[in-house]
């Protein structure tokens, strides 16, 4: 199954709306945090640190709605934490579903297969589930051998019964380019619908502070991994102009609030990485939140290396909406890996715009 269509549709219009509106800052991903806790403890978390108490804390599905109604934005990427191992995660989704939201459901895998029956195929709802590249390096870095081999059954499973899925990979330092592209090919030839990828961001509550790259790391890493990657036919679920803003072939400046946090604490101060505290409200954290110390140019050293794309995505779409030139040239560019697509016998698969 491919990307829905109706999901870059939905995007485009609302973009086209907040421009028409003039909207300076408007989100376009709700990133949603109903849970810290999780079955595992990767190397580069942050999340998983937090005393017992507080990763006994659960978000209502009632908070979830009403952090959607409150942001508006499109698209809901449900993370944590492991969702699955909300108890109302069901609930959740169905309720999100109901409100018109496309959900990203970001797992594991490891609860996924005794727990699909809970779901319903959708073009509105894929599954993005967490491989950090091949077996060896994946098990490597959640930190217990197996894990790869039960993601693997369950991709299989999800597509099997009709369930668009993605995965999901954080590349940390010292990774190799020829593992990571090999990577790539085996996901395109599992029939994933998509790939997403992004450095790994230097949680300050990560065990393992060293595994992550500084700014021109990133880009000498990524721009070896990713060499080619059009005529690969590769089934990215990015913007191609943010894989070349990987790669250093593009630069741009982090749009904070374009993929704004709730999590049980409330909306997170000024993004999904980084805690300076948090507002009641989304308008609250969009109103209150001095922006301006935030992203390269702020010269803030948390924001020194970080080319996640929570932050840029949003940044990338903000640039192929300046102009009528910048947006044809996205138009092309996305076209031609539609082309390597088809010539490798691939089902072409829409690259994201957000």
């Not at 599954?127 to 930190?143: A, N, P, Q, Y």
Request: charge should be positive; hydrophobic fraction near 40%; include cysteine.
């Amino acid at each position: 199954m491919a990307i829905p269509w109706r999901m870059q549709l939905s995007v485009f219009s609302y973009i086209v709306k907040q421009k028409f509106l003039k909207n300076p800052r408007y989100p376009l991903v709700l990133m949603l945090e109903p849970l810290f806790a999780c079955n595992l403890e990767c190397a580069g978390c942050g999340k998983i640190q937090y005393p017992s108490h507080i990763l006994r804390k659960r978000m209502s599905p009632e908070e979830c709605f009403r952090a959607a109604e409150e942001c508006g934005a499109p698209i809901v990427s449900i993370a944590g934490g492991e969702p699955l191992a909300h108890a109302e995660i069901g609930a959740i989704v169905d309720g999100l579903l109901l409100r018109g939201k496309y959900i990203y459901l970001c797992t594991n895998a490891i609860l996924l297969e005794k727990n699909l029956d809970r779901f319903t195929p959708s073009s509105q709802l894929i599954f993005s589930i967490h491989l950090d590249g091949l077996e060896k390096t994946h098990d490597r870095m959640v930190c217990r051998e197996g894990v790869y081999k039960t993601a693997i059954a369950a991709i299989r499973l999800a597509k099997a019964r009709g369930f668009n899925v993605m995965t999901n990979t954080t590349v940390f330092l010292g990774e190799k380019p020829a593992e990571m592209r090999e990577f790539f090919q085996q996901m395109t030839e599992l029939g994933v619908d998509g790939m997403m990828l992004s450095p790994g961001y230097a949680y300050e509550r990560a065990p393992r502070q060293e595994l992550f790259l500084r700014r021109e790391q990133t880009r000498d890493l990524f721009s070896k991994m990713l060499e080619g990657w059009r005529q690969k036919g590769w089934r990215f679920n990015h913007s191609p102009f943010y894989l070349d803003f990987l790669e250093g072939k593009r630069d741009y400046d982090c749009t904070p609030w374009g993929n704004p946090l709730r999590n049980i604490f409330g909306w997170q101060r000024p993004c999904y990485l980084q805690q300076d505290g948090y507002a009641a409200t989304f308008r609250e954290l969009l109103e209150t939140t001095d922006w301006s110390k935030y992203g390269h140019a702020s010269e803030n050293p948390k924001c020194a290396n970080c080319m996640t794309h929570c932050g840029f995505e949003p940044s990338v779409v903000a640039d192929a909406f300046s102009g009528p030139n910048k947006f044809l040239e996205l138009v092309r560019d996305i076209a031609s890996v539609k082309k390597a697509q088809k010539r490798g016998g691939l089902s072409p698969v829409p690259t994201s715009l957000s």
